[in-house]
Nanobody
């Protein structure tokens, strides 16, 4: 059974950093795409970043480019999202998701992800 567990959220001041972790079980990353999403209160869930393990490419939403970095530790079956220079508008519940057999040239669409972890809350104070 594919399972994902996101962790690492918390309260941080603007300009600070956090590292989120997405621990995966029940599968290996080969040919998977792992994505990070966030949902702020009253807003729709939006994609933040993804990594495509078929080709190793990484993708970022424009508002986080240069500030967030997605990476993985395959030995630990974990994907990370390093978030630097955090802004109050980054405040949201962050989720990780998985999509198997992904050979696309970009991140899967939200509806194309088949497994989701529970969220972890990131709060950035001004």
């Amino acid at each position: 059974e594919v399972q994902l567990q996101a962790s690492g959220g918390g309260l941080v001041q603007a300009g600070g950093s956090l590292r989120l972790s997405c621990a995966a079980s029940g599968f290996t990353f080969d040919d998977y795409a792992i994505g990070w999403f966030r949902q702020a209160p009253g807003k729709e869930r939006e994609g933040v970043s993804c990594i495509s393990f078929s080709d190793g490419k990484r993708y970022y939403e424009d508002s986080v480019k240069g500030r967030f970095t997605i990476s993985s530790d395959n030995a630990k079956n974990t994907v990370y999202l390093q978030m630097n220079s955090l802004k109050p508008e980054d405040t949201a519940v962050y989720y990780c998701a998985a999509r198997g057999l992904w050979f696309g040239l970009s991140c899967p669409e939200t509806i194309e992800y088949t497994s989701w972890g529970q969220g972890t809350l990131v709060t950035v104070s001004s």
